[in-house]
């Protein structure tokens, strides 16, 4: 290759200078409008999901894409399906779940009743996985599961509680490998290719709508699970956030994030003790 | 003999079947201390760990890439499993669980996308063996951003499908062999700040 030619093909530049400029008034104007605040959400993730929300939707630039947002509400509400990941399964990264099964749930069993609280809890699976351990450790009538999330559609999806059964294959081994101590399949009924989650696990949970950047805190959790939420998060936002679980904690409750997150950039990294490592479950020293 | 033209700060490697021992080819022909950072994402199965499995050469790190950390001379970055891997303006790494790419997560387009906007003309962008797609659109991204591209020869690679992909799909600056291509990559060092 000449130099000549390969200059000729440099067009990046330029366009993502006015393509991230669109997205940081895109932002501010979904905050404006709908107060859903992505303003300390890592950029480079922001990006590229409404570069797809682009392609989805057949819309040329960020800046009509903002026109449109602000001006159909209904139409906002399909964009914020892209700029939410509901990426969860049952049982997901499974040694985490038999880790509070065995390290956490026997504390818990010294409270008359028990708080949890599962952080953006997507479509619904982690609260239900919750509810299975609860339910086999006979503590479930003892329990109330609060499972947020920012989005109402998948709010709506974690309530009805029904779910591919082509994935139940999936969580099927997750619950086995997770130190389940009865089958999967007896926690849901499969008919027309969907598996509903049975009622008796459902009594004992509350879906909320709740926003880790905005709203305020839970009282008195004896559990708060909050995983692969804040990896999404600025160093600012996940110092609220965690400053939010410490607070939402009884003296001496647990807090589990995901296997790539971590307290470090918390100023209250040092409020916890490490209760499991590898788990990233943690324990609220006071 | 290759040329290069910009200093080189970053360099991508991506590649899947047949990867660790393509990748440990070019590490050990790295030089001791070699200063540019390497990016690297090699597909692999959900729970499995990276850096133990490769050649780690003299004054340089091999690890995993943790969220927030800042990019640094004389490392070798992986994706972690289950992960995708991308770039944020200040240089420092964000993760992110959305739905996989090519069916994969970590997926090599959606990591050289992201260091394509970081780095422009200043990343050196790798596609390796392998036997699906991931990759082409990525290398296509990073030579629209000015940066400079190399597939691995199908001739050499022990799986074609992905170099076959990227040169298809990216037109690349260089078709090589790894032998090549770990020369070139020596050869950024000289120019890198």
């Not at chain 1, 990006?47 to 392609?55: D, E, M, P, T, V």
């Not at chain 1, 999967?184 to 709740?210: E, Q, T």
């Not at chain 2, 490392?75 to 090519?102: C, M, R, W």
Request: net charge neutral; proline share 4%.
């Amino acid at each position: 290759v000449d130099a000549a030619k390969w200059k000729a093909f440099i067009v990046g530049d330029e366009k993502s200078t006015i393509f991230e400029i669109e997205v940081k008034l895109f932002i501010e104007a979904v905050f404006m409008k709908y107060k859903y605040d992505f303003r300390q959400y890592s950029l480079a993730s922001v990006k590229r999901r409404l570069s797809n929300a682009l392609i989805t939707h057949n819309v040329k630039t960020i800046s009509a894409l903002q026109e449109r947002v602000l001006h159909e509400p209904e139409f906002f509400t399909l964009i914020l399906q892209h700029m939410t990941i509901s990426t969860t399964e049952m049982f997901r990264d499974p040694h985490y779940f038999k880790a509070f099964r065995e390290k956490v749930v026997p504390y818990l069993k010294s409270y008359p009743s028990i708080k949890i609280w599962v952080a953006g809890c997507s479509s619904g699976e982690e609260a239900y996985s919750f509810a299975i351990i609860f339910k086999e450790e006979k503590l479930l009538d003892r329990v109330m599961i609060y499972a947020t999330d920012i989005n109402p559609i998948i709010l709506e999806k974690a309530k009805a509680g029904i779910y591919r059964i082509e994935d139940m294959k999936k969580y099927t081994l997750n619950y086995q490998q997770s130190g389940g101590k009865a089958s999967l399949s007896d926690y849901y009924d499969a008919n027309y290719g969907s598996a509903a989650i049975s009622p008796s696990l459902k009594s004992n949970i509350v879906f909320a709508d709740h926003s880790l950047a905005t709203d305020s805190v839970f009282s008195e959790m004896q559990f708060i699970s909050c995983r692969n939420v804040l990896i999404y998060f600025d160093k600012k936002l996940q110092n609220r956030a965690i400053n939010l679980f410490h607070d939402s904690l009884s003296m001496k409750g647990f807090l589990g994030i995901g296997s790539k997150e971590s307290l470090k950039f918390s100023s209250m990294h040092t409020a916890f003790e490490t209760w499991d490592g590898p788990e990233r479950i943690y324990r609220k020293l006071k | 003999m290759v040329d290069l033209f910009h200093p080189i700060k970053a360099i991508f490697i991506g590649t899947s079947a047949g990867g660790v021992m393509a990748l440990n080819t070019l590490f050990k022909m790295l030089p001791a201390h070699f200063k540019v950072p390497i990016i690297a994402v090699l597909h692999l199965g959900d729970n499995e760990l990276i850096p133990t499995a490769f050649h780690s050469p003299v004054g340089v790190k091999v690890i995993e890439a943790e969220e927030k950390e800042t990019i640094q001379s004389q490392h070798i970055y992986f994706a972690p499993a289950g992960y995708h891997l991308l770039v944020e303006n200040d240089y420092s790494f964000s993760l992110s669980t959305e739905e996989k790419v090519q069916y994969a997560r970590p997926s090599l387009d959606v990591s050289m996308e992201s260091l394509a906007e970081v780095y422009g003309k200043s990343l050196l962008g790798i596609v390796l063996t392998g036997a699906n797609e991931d990759g082409a659109f990525g290398l296509l991204a990073i030579k629209k951003a000015g940066g400079l591209t190399v597939a691995q020869s199908p001739d050499e690679a022990e799986y074609k499908t992905m170099p076959m992909s990227a040169i298809k799909k990216a037109d690349p600056h260089h078709v090589l062999h790894l032998k090549e291509i770990g020369e070139l990559i020596a050869k950024t060092e000289g120019m890198y700040e």
